[in-house]
């Protein structure tokens, strides 16, 4: 297993767009979790799933922002008619159903610009 | 509110120097303490894990200590090399209803020079 991979690593887009990045989790974790990050700060929870099912979500999700993870293994993330401030590198980070101790793996990330 | 803030925002050392860096947090309640070293444009990377009752880490040249009376955490990098040059956050968990919730604290940029 080569870790959680994402894709694309870098999107630069015209404002008004949509974008949809695809995360890739460890194939025996079954919580997925969706992060942004901008310039100097820590990631900022989005949303996150167990299996399919999506259990929790940041209000930070505006309508804009749709997540799925339609057969419990690879996860979409789709920004709908992007905005400027929509740019930051979206992290997705997977982990084994082990209460609250499991390691958190994640990705190295899709940084989206929004011109 | 729960926080977690990290000092210094930045750090310059010399190539075999140590350094600590700090984490204070307002969590409750605690589940556990996290410190990750992100290198720029890449994911952040695990390097301790400690609950409640450790109040000693290590991992390599990386030690981190938790005291959870005062609800402070600190890395210590010993004989620090070019390839330490990175962010580190720091990340406490608290238990939330059924759930477990994960604050990021924004992260100390340490920059190693030689």
């Known amino acids: 297993d080569t870790g959680v991979s994402q894709d694309p690593r870098h999107k630069i887009t015209k404002r008004g767009q949509n974008v949809t990045f695809r995360c890739d989790p460890i194939?025996?974790?079954?919580?997925l979790y969706w992060y942004r990050q901008t310039l100097g700060q820590g990631p900022e929870f989005l949303t996150y799933?167990?299996?399919?099912?999506?259990?929790?979500k940041s209000r930070l999700l505006s309508d804009r922002f749709s997540a799925e993870r339609p057969k419990g293994s690879f996860s979409t993330l789709e920004i709908q008619r992007t905005e400027q401030g929509d740019s930051a590198m979206y992290l997705c980070?997977?982990?084994?159903?082990?209460?609250?101790?499991?390691?958190?793996?994640f990705g190295e990330g899709s940084r989206l610009t929004v011109l | 509110k729960n926080q977690v803030e990290q000092s210094p925002q930045s750090l310059i050392i010399l190539e075999g120097k140590n350094c600590t860096l700090q984490?204070?947090?307002?969590?409750?309640?605690?589940?556990?303490l996290r410190w990750y070293k992100q290198d720029t444009g890449r994911g952040p990377v695990s390097l301790t894990i400690m609950t409640f009752s450790e109040n000693t880490k290590s991992n390599g040249r990386y030690t981190a200590t938790l005291d959870a009376d005062t609800k402070q955490s600190s890395l210590h990098i010993t004989a620090s090399q070019l390839s330490d040059s990175a962010s580190y956050i720091c990340?406490?968990?608290?238990?939330?209803?059924?759930?477990?919730?994960?604050?990021f604290g924004s992260g100390t940029r340490l920059l190693v020079r030689p």
């Open positions: 984490c204070n947090y307002t969590v409750s309640p605690f589940s556990n």
């Open positions: 799933f167990q299996n399919e099912a999506q259990l929790e």
């Open positions: 980070a997977s982990r084994e159903e082990s209460g609250d101790y499991g390691e958190l793996f």
């Open positions: 194939s025996e974790h079954n919580r």
């Open positions: 990340v406490v968990s608290a238990r939330m209803d059924s759930s477990y919730k994960l604050i």
